[in-house]
């Protein structure tokens, strides 16, 4: 296997990723475009006009494609593309990788500036509509969220704060660490995010505790993996097979109450604290576009076991990981109004995962629990070993005690009512074209 070019068994590189293809979508052939056409992310937009309803589409440049517009004008054709013609992508999460790998190179062929049969520009605008001009919606009916805890610097640093003798449990080396979250409270990028209120921990000991808004609003710098066709209830997922479970990724703000998660974690993990929103990017990035950004799994430090049989696969340790870049912006209110830009927070990367997004799958069918198409599946916190790569303010500003220096003379050492967090992502590999996530966004409001 090439290291200039990974590419595991089940997302192949075709035409779709050639670096010399442009589109007739101007704004797609910008160097700095999250959206070029090799990247073609789904989502779920409404027009601002008459033409109104939730449908499936396609984000190319600063425009998206209409796939059931394309579908009407005899441009596209098939089972994928006719799943396209609803509220959510749930019809199309259900089909087979071959059918949206299909789809994929339709779609690619159509845009191609320099392909056999470019539209006129009076279809082009029928097809296309400008992004600026719709309303992005939240791409799935999410059935179920389970949320990892996928990286072991973030597992260590947190842990170092409450067992600083025992930092990483001895169970976190073997197995995939997660939480069934809420799906109800997943919300796309844009909405606001009101600060949740619940029980903190008594300031004294044999006291009782206060109920109030959280004092300790955090961000978690998370990616979000899209599960396509599940499995059935009581049979497993093999990790040589788990890749096709999986449509794509986005990126993922689990947002988290610091306090009241202190006070309530025992003997159960994350509860209130958790389940009071997590915001999700409007675009789906395939497996097929991050085709030519895969890179092998984490590489365990020696000493480390070896993942048990059903964790374990050679396919996966080569290719399993994802070389995707992550930033964390943070601007607050006084920023905005003096006209400033947001401040970055953290850069890390999804490289330092421990576990891999096919293993999380995997692991999670193990005992037999039937995944469907919409689950989401968080990795947890994002985090690498510099304090500058820290995913969450918990760490970034070591539970408060190392506060953020922002621009104007501010400080943070949680959020405050009125900032915006907005995370960022994107791929790039020397002779490939750079792809992006989008954004994905949210500013916090007052409690209730």
Same mark, same amino acid.
């Given at each position: 296997?090439?290291?200039?070019?990974?590419?595991?068994?089940?997302?192949?590189?075709?035409?779709?990723?050639?670096?010399?293809?442009?589109?007739?979508?101007?704004?797609?052939?910008?160097?700095?475009?999250?959206?070029?056409?090799?990247?073609?992310?789904?989502?779920?937009?409404?027009?601002?006009?008459?033409?109104?309803?939730?449908?499936?589409?396609?984000?190319?440049?600063?425009?998206?494609?209409?796939?059931?517009?394309?579908?009407?004008?005899?441009?596209?054709?098939?089972?994928?593309?006719?799943? #396209?013609?609803?509220?959510?992508?749930?019809?199309?999460?259900?089909?087979?990788?071959?059918?949206?790998?299909?789809?994929?190179?339709?779609?690619?062929?159509?845009?191609?500036?320099?392909?056999?049969?470019?539209?006129?520009?009076?279809?082009?605008?029928?097809?296309?509509?400008?992004?600026?001009?719709?309303?992005?919606?939240?791409?799935?009916?999410?059935?179920?969220?389970?949320?990892?805890?996928?990286?072991?610097?973030?597992?260590?640093?947190?842990?170092?704060?409450?067992?600083?003798?025992?930092?990483?449990?001895?169970?976190?080396?073997?197995?995939?660490?997660?939480?069934?979250?809420?799906?109800?409270?997943?919300?796309?990028?844009?909405?606001?995010?009101?600060?949740?209120?619940?029980?903190?921990?008594?300031?004294?000991?044999?006291?009782?505790?206060?109920?109030?808004?959280?004092?300790?609003?955090?961000?978690?710098?998370?990616?979000?993996?899209?599960?396509?066709?599940?499995?059935?209830?009581?049979?497993?997922?093999?990790?040589?097979?788990?890749?096709?479970?999986?449509?794509?990724?986005?990126?993922?703000?689990?947002?988290?109450?610091?306090?009241?998660?202190?006070?309530?974690?025992?003997?159960?993990?994350?509860?209130?604290?958790?389940?009071?929103?997590?915001?999700?990017?409007?675009?789906?990035?395939?497996?097929?576009?991050?085709?030519?950004?895969?890179?092998?799994?984490?590489?365990?430090?020696?000493?480390?076991?070896?993942?048990?049989?059903?964790?374990?696969?050679?396919?996966?340790?080569?290719?399993?990981?994802?070389?995707?870049?992550?930033?964390?912006?943070?601007?607050?209110?006084?920023?905005?109004?003096?006209?400033?830009?947001?401040?970055?927070?953290?850069?890390?990367?999804?490289?330092?995962?421990?576990?891999?997004?096919?293993?999380?799958?995997?692991?999670?069918?193990?005992?037999?629990?039937?995944?469907?198409?919409?689950?989401?599946?968080?990795?947890?916190?994002?985090?690498?070993?510099?304090?500058?790569?820290?995913?969450?303010?918990?760490?970034?500003?070591?539970?408060?005690?190392?506060?953020?220096?922002?621009?104007?003379?501010?400080?943070?050492?949680?959020?405050?009512?009125?900032?915006?967090?907005?995370?960022?992502?994107?791929?790039?590999?020397?002779?490939?074209?750079?792809?992006?996530?989008?954004? #994905?966004?949210?500013?916090?409001?007052?409690?209730?």
């Amino acid at each position: 296997m090439s290291a200039s070019a990974p590419i595991h068994p089940h997302a192949p590189i075709d035409e779709t990723h050639d670096p010399e293809r442009r589109s007739w979508v101007e704004s797609a052939n910008a160097p700095d475009s999250d959206f070029p056409i090799q990247n073609l992310p789904f989502g779920v937009f409404r027009r601002s006009g008459g033409d109104g309803w939730p449908r499936v589409g396609i984000a190319i440049g600063d425009r998206i494609l209409d796939v059931t517009a394309a579908l009407d004008e005899d441009l596209l054709e098939g089972t994928a593309a006719e799943a #396209c013609d609803a509220p959510s992508m749930n019809p199309l999460l259900a089909l087979a990788p071959e059918d949206w790998r299909g789809l994929r190179r339709q779609v690619s062929a159509l845009l191609d500036r320099d392909g056999s049969a470019v539209p006129s520009e009076a279809v082009q605008e029928r097809i296309t509509v400008p992004m600026a001009e719709c309303e992005l919606l939240l791409p799935l009916e999410v059935g179920d969220f389970t949320d990892f805890y996928a990286s072991i610097h973030h597992a260590t640093n947190v842990g170092s704060m409450f067992r600083p003798d025992n930092p990483l449990l001895p169970n976190y080396r073997w197995i995939p660490i997660g939480y069934h979250g809420r799906a109800s409270s997943v919300v796309v990028s844009g909405s606001p995010v009101r600060r949740p209120s619940g029980q903190r921990k008594p300031e004294e000991e044999g006291g009782s505790p206060s109920f109030g808004p959280s004092r300790l609003l955090d961000y978690e710098l998370e990616v979000g993996i899209v599960v396509g066709g599940g499995n059935v209830l009581g049979t497993s997922i093999p990790l040589a097979d788990a890749e096709r479970h999986i449509f794509g990724l986005c990126l993922l703000n689990d947002w988290s109450a610091r306090d009241l998660q202190a006070w309530e974690y025992q003997p159960l993990g994350p509860f209130l604290a958790k389940s009071f929103a997590s915001t999700i990017s409007p675009w789906i990035i395939t497996r097929d576009a991050l085709a030519p950004f895969r890179i092998p799994a984490f590489t365990r430090p020696e000493g480390d076991p070896e993942p048990l049989p059903h964790l374990l696969d050679e396919a996966d340790r080569a290719a399993g990981g994802f070389d995707l870049t992550l930033e964390v912006h943070l601007r607050t209110p006084a920023m905005e109004e003096a006209g400033g830009g947001p401040f970055v927070v953290s850069r890390g990367s999804f490289r330092d995962m421990y576990w891999t997004p096919a293993q999380m799958v995997a692991h999670h069918a193990s005992n037999g629990c039937n995944l469907r198409p919409g689950d989401l599946l968080g990795s947890g916190t994002v985090s690498g070993a510099a304090p500058g790569s820290r995913g969450c303010l918990l760490e970034r500003t070591w539970r408060g005690t190392e506060p953020l220096d922002l621009p104007g003379g501010e400080t943070r050492k949680f959020l405050q009512d009125g900032d915006e967090v907005i995370l960022r992502g994107w791929c790039r590999r020397e002779g490939r074209v750079a792809i992006g996530f989008g954004s #994905c966004a949210g500013v916090v409001t007052p409690a209730e």
